[in-house]
């Protein structure tokens, strides 16, 4: 009678202790917002998208690059997920001693395309000029806020107040807008008996948030809300708040230019040249 020790888990063998836990990579993507593709990853390789971290959200309608770290998943398994997937390329992998951080970015680069644009050539001639010699009010764009009926910036700013009745409210509630039918008949079932695990069968998808904060509900019960909206990735969590401090930035920036137009004032960062 010998005990014969096997591993639960394949994945988990021997991580050379030399390499650094986390595998940086750039992510090309198409028409998907950075959560969705984080979420399409995840799926493929059998892990928990809270594994993956990144320095900011990119927007769906858009060809990005972005650079994503992930928590002990070498680089081939990665490498062979460019066999598999549409609209998704991943490259330039290195093994690193961190995360990477929300925020930590140096900057972005944009390669603007407009078209169907209407207007005289002389409409267009001015507000170019107008681009080049004042430049343009920075304002968080569409993307910060949502594109659903309710604006994450409210979430955010329940959160922020501590009213955790109101956020599971904005985040589950019935909404107007086009949405996928089993949303909608989670929403309404959630809206009509407050049950999670009843508004979690009209999911056939449980990777969405609404599925993550439902699944935490039923675990932990209505009393421990804080607790069942710690199961959603923290990433996602963080960028309610992100959202509030966007829309804060975007009326006070308006507020200061309503007040002093575009010359400089004391208190105002200038780069000089």
């Known amino acids: 009678w010998t005990e014969v020790k096997t591993t639960s888990d394949p994945r988990k063998h021997s991580w050379p202790k030399s ?24 799926k493929f390789l059998r892990v928990k998208p809270n594994i993956f971290s990144y320095m900011g959200t990119k927007d769906k309608r858009a060809i990005t690059v972005q650079a994503i770290a992930v928590l002990k998943i070498t680089a081939q398994r990665l490498s062979h997920l460019n066999k598999c997937l549409m609209n998704f390329k991943l490259g330039n992998f290195t093994y690193q001693k961190h995360p990477l951080k929300l925020g930590e970015l140096q900057g972005n680069n944009f390669t603007v395309i407009l078209r169907n644009i209407t207007g005289t050539d002389e409409q ?3 507000a170019m000029t107008s681009l080049r010699d004042i430049g343009f009010i920075n304002y968080y764009g569409m993307q910060r806020f949502g594109t659903t009926a309710v604006p994450t910036y409210q979430v955010g700013r329940a959160i922020l107040q501590s009213n955790w009745e109101e956020m599971i409210d904005l985040i589950l509630k ?8 089993y949303l909608v008949q989670c929403r309404e079932e959630w809206a009509n008996t407050r049950d999670p695990e009843a508004a979690l069968r009209k999911l056939p998808v449980k990777r969405c948030v609404e599925g ?3 699944r935490g509900l039923s675990r932990y019960g209505l009393k421990n809300i804080v607790t069942a909206f710690g199961i959603i990735p923290r990433n996602n969590r963080l960028m309610y708040i992100h959202s509030y401090q966007s829309y804060v930035w975007n009326n006070m920036v308006s507020r200061r230019i309503e007040e002093y137009g575009l010359k400089v004032v004391p208190g105002d960062l200038v780069l000089k040249g």
């Open 212 to 214: 993550q904060l439902l």
């Open 19 to 42: 390499r650094g836990s986390y595998c940086h990579f750039v992510l090309y993507k198409e028409n998907k917002d950075t959560m969705d593709a984080i979420n399409v990853l995840s």
């Open 124 to 126: 267009v001639e001015q």
């Open 174 to 181: 019935p909404r107007p807008g086009a949405e996928k039918g």
